[in-house]
């Protein structure tokens, strides 16, 4: 006979729980009831999150071996592996959402799933290693620490370590970028030039405008993101232009001057048919970061036979044991 305490509670009071908790500022935990938009909106942001950190891997990863002396190599080896974790992280708090990892990467690979337009371009000298350290962690920095207070606690939690490890990253980006500033006009050019290709994609990577965004009010309301795409790319703004004028260089914005009222950055409009365009998989590098992720999950096929085989293996000598 079942009690009426080991009922499961009526829809409408599951739903008030979770609005209460919601509204409390507390966290969701995998356990509790969780309405099926607020997990598929979860499941979206977190895929896409770890595809672009694995995806993110690649464009740094290409100076891996061309990196000009062994200090600065040992920091990016770290840094790229540093992105890797990150995107475990994030795909294990995705499968406490009910979706699998593998799941996830298929759909990724087949296109059913997006990731960061940011990654999509070209890093053409070593000077922008040290822009993707500084702007692309800065912006990566600036729109995550608030999800640190994301009301899902795995996603949440996950965060706390990803923005420390950011915030390492985006020193070595400006610790490199000043020692070239320091050095030969040549080297001031390339970090110039760097700058002037990354400045625009990097304030496209928090997203359309407020008015073009479909997903945003529904995910504030859930208290998944916590500030609009807009606020959060003024505050990369605000927090970017002073350390742009310590470094020496120009941001590529003739709009972009101090509002005396406001005491913020008043900036151009970024390029959102740009936005589009490369979300849509038609910027300079989506097919060849696409073709090397495919590749690379191909080449590791015997990888993941492999551990499962071994994981079978050993659950099989486990239970013979228990058996004896
Ligand atoms: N690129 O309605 P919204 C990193 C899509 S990690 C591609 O505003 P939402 C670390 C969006 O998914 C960088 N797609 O969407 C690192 C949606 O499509 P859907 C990644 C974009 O979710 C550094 C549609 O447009 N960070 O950098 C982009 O409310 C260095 C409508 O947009 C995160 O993922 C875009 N830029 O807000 C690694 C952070 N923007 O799914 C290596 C977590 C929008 O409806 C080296 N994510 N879309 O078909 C977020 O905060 C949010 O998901 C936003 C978008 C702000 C990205």
Redesign the pocket.
Known sequence: MTTQSAQAPPPERLQEDFDATIAHDQRIEPRDWMPDGYRG?LV???A??AH??II??Q??GEWIGRAPSLRRKAILLA?VQD?AG?GLYLYSAAETLGTDRAELTQRLIEGR???????NYPTLTFADVGV??WL??G??IC??VP?CRSSYGPYARAMVRICKE?SF?QRQGYELLMTMMRGTDAQREMVQDAVDRWWWPSL?????PDD?????AR?MAWKI?RHS?DE?RRRFVDMTVPQAEKLGVTLPDPELRRNEQSGRYDFGTPDWDE?TR??KGDGPCNAERMRRRRSAHEDGAWVREAATAHAAKQAARARKEAAA
């Not at 799933?113 to 990654?119: A, G, H, L, M, N």
């Not at 496209?204 to 359309?208: A, I, L």
């Not at 073009?212 to 945003?216: T, V, Y």
């Open positions: 909106t979206r942001q977190i896409q999150h672009s950190e993110g891997m464009p740094e840094k992105e990150h799933q997006k990731y960061s337009s940011i990654f993707i350290g692309v962690d912006a990566a729109n995550q999800l950011e990253h496209m990577m928090f997203g359309p073009a965004s479909p997903n945003s995910s993101k795409n959060l936005l490369v979300i």
